[in-house]
């Protein structure tokens, strides 16, 4: 089978969340890492899935999936019942509390890799257990670039195995609270400083609607939040943002110099912020490329500013 360095596959989470915010409920709504993040990236190039749901998991989702252009050979469909979660937000949505986790089929969960999965040019390892992470990332051929997330549970509760498969990624996403939590270090920068010691050339810091800050290999960049006044639900802003971002980096061949990784980044917080438009998946049904670019010159024109300029008039 023959190497596909456009394609990104994607390992993580097919849930049905319940989801309240100041603006309204969502009962049983499509939601996971694997959904919001593949079909961000499926924007701008093959995403595969690997996944697990239960045998309740709705038809139309997958239909939905396969109408957007997923290849979702990898998502086992097994007896029992789909995972859940539920959660709440805060009147400001800068806060969740999560209700409820229901692992369902997703306790009993082992990726397997259909026939050239392993051949993909980028994987997003989205939070899952860090062993299962690490062993997907082993059956693979050379990939281009490895991008990790995770979140607290693993941080607090596998951290040996999660330190493992830091040593090996290009990527990291993360939040500012995990960070700190990962490090120890209350300062967002040196937290994301500490974790590139731990393996990855570029960490990314979510800050939600503060923006993402990111260390590369050159130093540090700054990027805004592209602002929203009719945030609905900030639920999968992160696996979105990653979506966009891997996606863009896939399509434009797995190239991560300092300026197609901004890009990259500008393209993540554009597409997260539709997602935080409408409740679970809605925001990224009809999402056009161009529209995601428009967000993305916008963010650019909201945030230049010319220092030459200083003393000159
Ligand atoms: P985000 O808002 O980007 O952090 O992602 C939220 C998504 O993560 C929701 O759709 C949930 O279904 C999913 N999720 C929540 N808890 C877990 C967990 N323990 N493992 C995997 N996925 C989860």
Not at 74 to 80: A, D, I, N, P, S
Not at 91 to 107: A, G, I, K, P
């Amino acid at each position: 089978m023959s190497r596909s360095p456009h394609s990104v596959l994607v390992v993580g989470s097919v849930a049905l969340d319940t989801v309240t915010t100041p603006a309204g409920t969502v009962d049983d709504g499509l939601g996971g890492s694997a959904s919001f993040f593949g079909l961000a990236a499926v924007k701008y190039a093959p995403v595969r899935m690997v996944a697990v749901a239960g045998a309740d998991f709705p038809e139309e989702h997958l239909s939905l999936f396969r109408r957007h252009g997923l290849d979702i050979g990898g998502l086992q469909l097994v007896e029992g019942r789909t995972f859940r979660w539920a959660g709440v937000y805060s009147q400001d949505m800068n806060e969740r509390e999560t209700l409820r986790t229901e692992l369902n089929v997703f306790e009993g969960f082992h990726p397997e890799l259909p026939d050239g999965y392993a051949q993909s040019g980028c994987l997003f390892l989205a939070n899952i257990d860090p062993t299962l992470q690490l062993e997907v990332l082993e059956s693979m051929q050379a990939p281009k670039i490895v991008a990790l997330d995770t979140m607290n549970y693993w941080i607090s509760s596998k951290r040996d195995e999660l330190l493992k498969v830091l040593e090996r990624v290009d990527l990291f996403l993360i939040n500012d609270s995990e960070a700190r939590l990962l490090t120890g270090q209350e300062n967002v920068l040196r937290a994301a400083e500490g974790i590139r010691m731990m393996g990855p050339s570029t960490v990314v810091v979510k800050r939600g609607e503060y923006g993402a800050l990111a260390r590369t290999e050159n130093g540090w960049f700054s990027l805004p939040a592209y602002p929203v006044e009719g945030l609905k639900d900030p639920t999968g802003a992160g696996d979105s943002f990653a979506g966009g971002l891997l996606g863009y980096l896939a399509h434009t061949g797995g190239r991560v110099d300092e300026a197609n990784l901004r890009l990259g980044l500008a393209h993540g917080a554009a597409v997260a912020s539709f997602v935080v438009e409408e409740f679970s998946v809605g925001g990224l049904l009809d999402l056009s490329r161009a529209a995601i670019q428009e967000r993305v010159r916008t963010l650019w024109e909201m945030s230049r500013f010319d220092p030459t300029l200083e003393g000159t008039r």
